[in-house]
C-alpha cells in the first residue's frame, strides 16, 4: 500500500506529493524558474524551513535570497557557519567568545576573544574552511530541546550569554541548530545545508574581521567592502561603554533591571548622552565661524528632542539658538517633483527650494534681516507672515532637515561657517554573542510607537510604510553620513525594555490575515526577550520621551 499523497498548488499549478516529502524537496523542483535560492517557504501563509515535511494538501510560495526575509536567513546562517568555523581553526579551547556586533559597510563586524591572533592568516583558513563546509554540503541540523536544557548545554559549551538569556523565556522549548558536533541558537530561521552559502568574504579591519555578504538586490554578489570609518567608530565605543556597564546583551540587561539596578543604568546612560551633547555644544562654541548647525539622520532617530537638548547645552556656553526647519523651503506643491508611480516625491532634494535656502541664509550671514517661510502643507505653498530674522553676534541657526549632510543642499553657503551633525539611533546592544539587533528594528518600534500615540496611526500601517520610508534613507541620508563632523547615537541601552510594554499591545492588533502579521510576529518573538521597564523611570528630557510622551520639550 503505498504513502498517502497530497495536493500542493504553487501559483497556478496543482501537483501531487507522497507525505513526508519534504519542501526542500519540492522547492527542488521548481528551482529551475528562479534565478535565486529558494531558501524558505510560506505553507498557507506560514513561513517554514525546508527540511519540514509535508502533512496536508497546501499552497506553497517560496522565498529566495532576493527577498528581504531570504537574505537575512542567508545572512543568520553564514553567522552559524562562521562561528563554527573559527571554533574549527582555532580549537575549542584556545576561544573564548566569538561576537557579531553591528553593521559594517554590507557586514558584520566580528570579534574574537581568546588566546587567537587575529591576522590575516587566521581569517585566511577560517574563510577556507567556511568554503570547505560549502564544498561538502555539510547539513544544518535543528532540534527542539526543553528550556532547561538548553541553558544547561550553552553553560557546558561556554555560551554564557546564551545561558543567561534563556534564564528569561517564558517559552518550554529551545530551538538548537548544529552543523557536526557544533550547536548553536540564532534568533530566526535558517538554510538546510552549507551548500546555499557560497557568497561571502572575510575582510580583516580594526580589532576583528568584517563578514561581508550579499544584499537582496544582489543575491548573488559579495559586495566591495566600502568601510564608513566615523559611523564605525561611533557603534565601537557605544558596546565598549556597554561592556564596561556590564552590559552586552539582553540577558545582562535583564539582570539589572531584576535586581533592581535599572535606576542606576537609566541615569548613567542619561548622563552619558547629556555629556556627549554637551560636548558637541563646547566644539561648536570653540568655533566663533560656525553659523549653520546642520542636524540630519534617518526616522525615528530623535532628531527633535536632539535639537533641543543641544539647543540648552548651546545656551549654556553663551550662544543663542535659532531653530530653522529645512521643510519650511519646499518648493510650491505644482512645482513638486514626482516619483516613477506619478505621486509627489516630497524626500527628494529637488522638493526643496534650495536656491531660496542659501540665499536667506547667506543674507542672515551677512547681517541682513530675512523673513523665513513657513510652508503650508493643506495649500503646498510657502507663507511669510513670521517677524524677521537677523542674525546676533551669538546667534547659531539650529537647522534640522533629511538633507542636510548633502552638500548640495548649502552648496552656496561657506564650509567654514558649517557644523554637520548625523544622529542615528545605533543600537549596541546584541540579543547574545552570537545575534545582534539590528538598528533598523529598534527605529520601527520607536516608530510604531511614535505614530499610535501622534498620529492615530497603526501599527500595521507604520509596518507596511516602513520599507517605503527604508528607501528614502537609503537614498537621500546614508550616503552622505560620513559627510557629518561629528556623529551621535541617541540609542539608550535600556529602551526597548522601556518600549515593550508601548509596542506589544499595538502589534498583537495586527490580524493574522494581514500581510504585516509576519513582521509583528517576529517583533513580539523579538521583545519577549526582555524583561519590561515603567516609563516612570525615564527622565522627562530623555530621548525616548519624544516616542512614549511626557517630554519636557515642545516637540
Known amino acids: 500500500m503505498g504513502k498517502e499523497m497530497y495536493q500542493v498548488q504553487i501559483g497556478e499549478e496543482v501537483r501531487q506529493y507522497e507525505a513526508g516529502t519534504t519542501y526542500g524537496q519540492i522547492a527542488a523542483d521548481y528551482q529551475k524558474n528562479y534565478e535565486e535560492d529558494i531558501v524558505l517557504v510560506f505553507v498557507n501563509g506560514k513561513l517554514q524551513e525546508l527540511f519540514k515535511k509535508l502533512k496536508s494538501d497546501c499552497t506553497i510560495q517560496f522565498e529566495t535570497t532576493a527577498g528581504e526575509i531570504g537574505n537575512k536567513t542567508y545572512r543568520r546562517s553564514i553567522n552559524l557557519m562562521l562561528v563554527k568555523a573559527v571554533y574549527d581553526v582555532a580549537g575549542h579551547d584556545a576561544v573564548r567568545k ?7 559597510s554590507k557586514g558584520y563586524y566580528c570579534t574574537v576573544d581568546g588566546d587567537i591572533n587575529v591576522d590575516q592568516d587566521f581569517l585566511d583558513r577560517v574563510e577556507a574552511r567556511m568554503h570547505e563546509m560549502v564544498d561538502l554540503d555539510m547539513p544544518i541540523h535543528k532540534r527542539s530541546v526543553r528550556t532547561d536544557d538548553a541553558i544547561a548545554l550553552f553553560g557546558r559549551h561556554g555560551m554564557h550569554d546564551k545561558e543567561r538569556l534563556f534564564r528569561y523565556r517564558r517559552v518550554s522549548k529551545v530551538n538548537i541548530y548544529s552543523m557536526n558536533e557544533f550547536e548553536d541558537y540564532h534568533y530566526g530561521y535558517m538554510v538546510p545545508s552549507a551548500g546555499y552559502l ?40 557605544s558596546v565598549h561603554w556597554g561592556d564596561l556597564q556590564g552590559i552586552e546583551t539582553v540577558g545582562a540587561l535583564n539582570d539589572k533591571i531584576t535586581k533592581n539596578d535599572v535606576h542606576d543604568v537609566v541615569l548613567v546612560q542619561e548622563a552619558l548622552q547629556e ?3 554637551a560636548e558637541i555644544a563646547s566644539q561648536i562654541a570653540a568655533r566663533p565661524e560656525l553659523k549653520f548647525i546642520l542636524i540630519a539622520g534617518p526616522s525615528s532617530s530623535g532628531k527633535t528632542t536632539f535639537s533641543h537638548r543641544l539647543s540648552v547645552q548651546l545656551r549654556v556656553n553663551g550662544l543663542t539658538p535659532r531653530p530653522i526647519a529645512v521643510d519650511n523651503y519646499f518648493v510650491e506643491r505644482e512645482e513638486n517633483p514626482r516619483d516613477e508611480t506619478g505621486a509627489f516625491d516630497f524626500e527628494c532634494l529637488e522638493a526643496v527650494d534650495v536656491k531660496l535656502f542659501n540665499r536667506q541664509l547667506n543674507d542672515l550671514l551677512n547681517g541682513k534681516e ?6 503650508n502643507f493643506v495649500t503646498g505653498h510657502k507663507e511669510y507672515g513670521s517677524p524677521a530674522t537677523k542674525l546676533g553676534p551669538n546667534d547659531v541657526l539650529v537647522i534640522e532637515g533629511i538633507h542636510c549632510l548633502n552638500p548640495k543642499l548649502t552648496l552656496n553657503l561657506p564650509d567654514e561657517n558649517k557644523f554637520k551633525i548625523y544622529i542615528s539611533a545605533l543600537t549596541q546592544l546584541n540579543v547574545d554573542e552570537h545575534d545582534r539587533i539590528p538598528t533598523t528594528d529598534g527605529r520601527l518600534l520607536r516608530r510604531i510607537v511614535r505614530d499610535a500615540r501622534t498620529r492615530g496611526s497603526s501599527a500595521q500601517r507604520t509596518i507596511r510604510m516602513w520599507q517605503s520610508v527604508r528607501r528614502g534613507e537609503e537614498k537621500f541620508i546614508f550616503p552622505f553620513q560620513e559627510e557629518a563632523d561629528v556623529m551621535f547615537n541617541s540609542t539608550l541601552i535600556y529602551e526597548l525594555a522601556v518600549l515593550k510594554l508601548y ?5 498583537f492588533g495586527i490580524d493574522r490575515s494581514c500581510p504585516e502579521y509576519l513582521e509583528a510576529k517576529r517583533l513580539l518573538k523579538f521583545l519577549d526577550y526582555f524583561v519590561g521597564i515603567g516609563s516612570e523611570n525615564v527622565p522627562t528630557n530623555s530621548l525616548l520621551r519624544e516616542f512614549i510622551g511626557g517630554g519636557c520639550f515642545k516637540v
Open 275 to 277: 555629556k556627549k551633547i
Open 198 to 237: 557560497k557568497y561571502f568574504k572575510l575582510y580583516l579591519y580594526d580589532e576583528g574581521f568584517v563578514v561581508q555578504m550579499p544584499v537582496k538586490s544582489a543575491p548573488k554578489e559579495v559586495p566591495v567592502f566600502e568601510p564608513q570609518n566615523k559611523l564605525f567608530h561611533v557603534l565601537k565605543e
Open 98 to 104: 566569538v561576537r557579531i556586533h553591528f553593521s559594517v
Open 370 to 375: 530675512v523673513v523665513i517661510p513657513t510652508f
Open 503 to 507: 509596542v506589544e499591545p499595538l502589534l
